[in-house]
Protein backbone atom coordinates (compact mmCIF):
# COMPACT_ATOMS: atom_id res chain seq x y z
CA UNK A 1 0.00 0.00 0.00
CA UNK A 2 0.70 3.55 -0.32
CA UNK A 3 3.03 5.33 2.77
CA UNK A 4 4.60 8.45 3.33
CA UNK A 5 7.97 8.39 5.37
CA UNK A 6 9.34 12.18 6.86
CA UNK A 7 12.42 12.60 9.00
CA UNK A 8 12.54 12.43 12.65
CA UNK A 9 11.92 15.83 14.01
CA UNK A 10 11.46 17.79 16.20
CA UNK A 11 13.29 20.82 14.31
CA UNK A 12 14.75 23.99 16.05
CA UNK A 13 16.45 26.47 14.22
CA UNK A 14 17.61 30.14 14.36
CA UNK A 15 15.62 32.69 12.28
CA UNK A 16 17.07 33.02 8.73
CA UNK A 17 18.41 29.43 8.95
CA UNK A 18 18.20 27.48 5.85
CA UNK A 19 15.12 24.61 6.35
CA UNK A 20 14.89 21.01 5.06
CA UNK A 21 12.68 18.23 5.37
CA UNK A 22 12.81 15.31 3.97
CA UNK A 23 10.02 12.93 2.74
CA UNK A 24 10.52 10.13 0.92
CA UNK A 25 7.40 7.93 -0.13
CA UNK A 26 5.65 4.33 -1.50
CA UNK A 27 3.11 4.45 -3.82
CA UNK A 28 1.45 2.16 -6.76
CA UNK A 29 1.22 4.42 -9.96
CA UNK A 30 1.60 8.27 -10.33
CA UNK A 31 0.38 9.93 -7.08
CA UNK A 32 0.29 13.48 -6.61
CA UNK A 33 2.51 15.26 -3.69
CA UNK A 34 1.73 17.77 -0.94
CA UNK A 35 2.89 19.89 1.81
CA UNK A 36 0.33 20.73 4.81
CA UNK A 37 1.12 23.15 7.50
CA UNK A 38 -0.39 22.95 10.60
CA UNK A 39 -0.18 26.09 12.94
CA UNK A 40 -0.61 26.05 16.75
CA UNK A 41 -4.23 25.77 17.14
CA UNK A 42 -5.15 25.66 13.49
CA UNK A 43 -6.63 23.12 11.25
CA UNK A 44 -4.26 21.37 8.70
CA UNK A 45 -3.55 24.07 5.40
CA UNK A 46 -2.25 22.70 1.84
CA UNK A 47 1.62 24.61 1.77
CA UNK A 48 2.14 23.18 -1.91
CA UNK A 49 1.66 20.41 -4.61
CA UNK A 50 2.80 18.86 -7.08
CA UNK A 51 0.77 16.81 -9.33
CA UNK A 52 3.81 14.99 -11.71
CA UNK A 53 7.20 14.08 -11.76
CA UNK A 54 9.78 16.96 -11.93
CA UNK A 55 7.11 19.38 -10.97
CA UNK A 56 8.73 21.98 -8.15
CA UNK A 57 5.61 23.10 -5.89
CA UNK A 58 6.09 26.59 -4.50
CA UNK A 59 4.52 29.10 -1.76
CA UNK A 60 5.25 31.41 1.04
CA UNK A 61 8.99 30.99 0.19
CA UNK A 62 8.73 27.09 0.74
CA UNK A 63 9.73 24.92 -2.51
CA UNK A 64 9.59 21.15 -3.03
CA UNK A 65 9.97 19.22 -5.98
CA UNK A 66 9.19 16.03 -7.16
CA UNK A 67 11.73 13.35 -7.39
CA UNK A 68 10.03 9.90 -8.99
CA UNK A 69 13.82 7.98 -9.81
CA UNK A 70 14.25 8.92 -5.72
CA UNK A 71 11.09 8.97 -4.67
CA UNK A 72 11.14 11.53 -2.74
CA UNK A 73 9.87 15.44 -2.12
CA UNK A 74 11.72 17.35 0.69
CA UNK A 75 10.56 20.66 1.50
CA UNK A 76 12.93 23.70 1.34
CA UNK A 77 13.10 27.08 2.58
CA UNK A 78 16.15 29.54 1.95
CA UNK A 79 15.36 31.80 5.32
CA UNK A 80 12.82 30.58 8.11
CA UNK A 81 11.02 33.22 10.17
CA UNK A 82 9.76 32.47 13.83
CA UNK A 83 6.39 32.36 12.07
CA UNK A 84 7.22 29.41 10.72
CA UNK A 85 7.12 27.32 13.37
CA UNK A 86 4.21 25.07 13.14
CA UNK A 87 3.77 21.26 11.97
CA UNK A 88 4.54 19.65 8.32
CA UNK A 89 2.99 16.86 6.74
CA UNK A 90 4.10 15.21 4.10
CA UNK A 91 1.24 13.18 1.69
CA UNK A 92 0.21 11.35 -0.78
CA UNK A 93 -2.40 11.39 -3.19
CA UNK A 94 -2.47 8.22 -5.36
CA UNK A 95 -3.86 8.91 -9.22
CA UNK A 96 -5.57 5.44 -9.91
CA UNK A 97 -6.93 2.18 -8.51
CA UNK A 98 -9.33 3.03 -5.62
CA UNK A 99 -7.98 5.56 -3.69
CA UNK A 100 -10.25 8.37 -4.71
CA UNK A 101 -8.06 10.70 -4.13
CA UNK A 102 -7.57 10.21 -0.17
CA UNK A 103 -4.13 11.33 1.58
CA UNK A 104 -2.13 9.41 3.02
CA UNK A 105 0.04 11.26 5.64
CA UNK A 106 3.37 10.99 6.96
CA UNK A 107 3.79 11.48 10.45
CA UNK A 108 4.58 14.91 10.53
CA UNK A 109 7.72 17.13 11.51
CA UNK A 110 7.58 19.57 14.57
CA UNK A 111 9.25 22.76 13.63
CA UNK A 112 10.59 25.64 16.42
CA UNK A 113 12.48 28.66 15.06
CA UNK A 114 13.89 30.51 17.21
CA UNK A 115 14.77 34.89 17.27
CA UNK B 1 -15.94 32.24 1.81
CA UNK B 2 -16.83 30.01 4.68
CA UNK B 3 -14.46 27.24 5.84
CA UNK B 4 -15.13 23.74 7.13
CA UNK B 5 -16.77 24.06 10.33
CA UNK B 6 -16.51 21.25 12.90
CA UNK B 7 -17.88 20.86 16.70
CA UNK B 8 -17.10 21.02 19.02
CA UNK B 9 -13.67 21.53 19.28
CA UNK B 10 -13.16 19.45 22.14
CA UNK B 11 -14.50 17.44 24.33
CA UNK B 12 -14.07 14.32 26.91
CA UNK B 13 -15.71 11.52 28.14
CA UNK B 14 -15.52 8.69 29.96
CA UNK B 15 -14.46 4.84 28.05
CA UNK B 16 -17.76 3.13 26.90
CA UNK B 17 -19.76 6.24 26.61
CA UNK B 18 -20.62 7.45 23.00
CA UNK B 19 -20.15 10.98 21.51
CA UNK B 20 -20.77 12.50 17.82
CA UNK B 21 -19.24 15.21 15.91
CA UNK B 22 -20.45 17.27 13.66
CA UNK B 23 -19.06 19.21 9.95
CA UNK B 24 -20.85 21.03 8.14
CA UNK B 25 -18.17 21.22 4.25
CA UNK B 26 -17.81 24.39 2.11
CA UNK B 27 -21.03 24.99 0.45
CA UNK B 28 -20.78 23.33 -2.94
CA UNK B 29 -17.91 20.34 -2.16
CA UNK B 30 -19.22 17.11 -3.07
CA UNK B 31 -16.47 15.07 -1.48
CA UNK B 32 -16.62 15.18 2.21
CA UNK B 33 -13.40 13.28 4.36
CA UNK B 34 -13.10 12.22 8.08
CA UNK B 35 -9.71 11.67 9.32
CA UNK B 36 -8.44 10.54 13.00
CA UNK B 37 -5.20 12.29 14.07
CA UNK B 38 -3.40 10.79 16.85
CA UNK B 39 -1.12 12.54 18.84
CA UNK B 40 2.54 12.48 16.92
CA UNK B 41 0.98 10.95 14.06
CA UNK B 42 -0.21 12.04 10.51
CA UNK B 43 -4.31 11.82 9.87
CA UNK B 44 -5.53 8.90 8.44
CA UNK B 45 -8.66 8.78 6.79
CA UNK B 46 -11.83 6.86 8.37
CA UNK B 47 -14.22 7.56 5.82
CA UNK B 48 -15.28 9.01 2.33
CA UNK B 49 -18.13 10.34 1.42
CA UNK B 50 -19.00 12.00 -2.50
CA UNK B 51 -22.26 13.30 -1.88
CA UNK B 52 -24.36 11.01 -0.09
CA UNK B 53 -22.98 7.59 -0.51
CA UNK B 54 -19.60 5.72 1.00
CA UNK B 55 -16.63 5.37 -1.59
CA UNK B 56 -14.01 4.45 1.27
CA UNK B 57 -14.64 3.29 4.61
CA UNK B 58 -12.00 0.65 4.62
CA UNK B 59 -10.20 1.52 7.74
CA UNK B 60 -13.54 2.94 9.76
CA UNK B 61 -13.95 0.17 12.82
CA UNK B 62 -17.33 -0.16 12.19
CA UNK B 63 -18.23 -2.47 15.58
CA UNK B 64 -17.81 1.44 17.27
CA UNK B 65 -17.95 4.01 14.71
CA UNK B 66 -20.57 5.16 12.30
CA UNK B 67 -21.28 7.96 10.05
CA UNK B 68 -23.61 9.95 7.89
CA UNK B 69 -23.97 12.52 5.09
CA UNK B 70 -27.79 13.19 5.47
CA UNK B 71 -28.60 15.20 2.03
CA UNK B 72 -24.89 15.22 1.19
CA UNK B 73 -24.06 18.15 2.92
CA UNK B 74 -23.69 17.92 6.90
CA UNK B 75 -21.76 15.36 8.22
CA UNK B 76 -21.58 13.43 11.63
CA UNK B 77 -19.57 10.91 13.23
CA UNK B 78 -20.33 8.65 16.20
CA UNK B 79 -18.17 6.40 18.38
CA UNK B 80 -20.53 4.09 20.39
CA UNK B 81 -18.61 2.94 22.94
CA UNK B 82 -15.79 4.71 22.77
CA UNK B 83 -12.13 3.00 24.43
CA UNK B 84 -9.17 4.51 25.55
CA UNK B 85 -7.12 4.16 22.33
CA UNK B 86 -10.24 6.80 20.02
CA UNK B 87 -8.52 9.67 21.82
CA UNK B 88 -7.55 11.58 18.92
CA UNK B 89 -7.69 14.62 16.96
CA UNK B 90 -10.72 14.18 14.47
CA UNK B 91 -10.51 16.23 11.40
CA UNK B 92 -13.11 16.70 8.68
CA UNK B 93 -12.41 17.78 5.33
CA UNK B 94 -13.88 18.98 2.04
CA UNK B 95 -13.12 19.56 -1.43
CA UNK B 96 -15.76 20.25 -4.90
CA UNK B 97 -15.33 16.21 -6.23
CA UNK B 98 -13.16 13.20 -5.93
CA UNK B 99 -13.76 13.42 -10.01
CA UNK B 100 -10.38 14.53 -10.13
CA UNK B 101 -8.35 12.13 -9.20
CA UNK B 102 -4.39 12.59 -8.10
CA UNK B 103 -4.52 15.30 -5.93
CA UNK B 104 -6.02 18.05 -8.05
CA UNK B 105 -8.78 18.73 -6.16
CA UNK B 106 -7.81 20.62 -3.09
CA UNK B 107 -8.69 19.05 0.50
CA UNK B 108 -9.89 21.99 2.93
CA UNK B 109 -10.03 20.90 6.46
CA UNK B 110 -11.45 21.75 9.58
CA UNK B 111 -10.09 22.81 12.96
CA UNK B 112 -10.95 19.57 14.19
CA UNK B 113 -11.98 18.05 17.06
CA UNK B 114 -10.20 16.58 20.06
CA UNK B 115 -10.86 13.82 21.55
CA UNK B 116 -10.15 12.91 25.27
CA UNK B 117 -11.06 9.49 26.50
CA UNK B 118 -10.81 8.94 30.32
Given at each position: GNSVTQMEGPVTLSEEAFLTINCTYTATGYPSLFWYVQYPGEGLQLLLKATKADDKGSNKGFEATYRKETTSFHLEKGSVQVSDSAVYFCALSDAGGTSYGKLTFGQGTILTVHP | ???????????????????????????????????????????????????????????????????????????????????????????CASSLTQILAGGRNEQFFGPGTRLTVL
Open positions: - | EAGVAQSPRYKIIEKRQSVAFWCNPISGHATLYWYQQILGQGPKLLIQFQNNGVVDDSQLPKDRFSAERLKGVDSTLKIQPAKLEDSAVYL
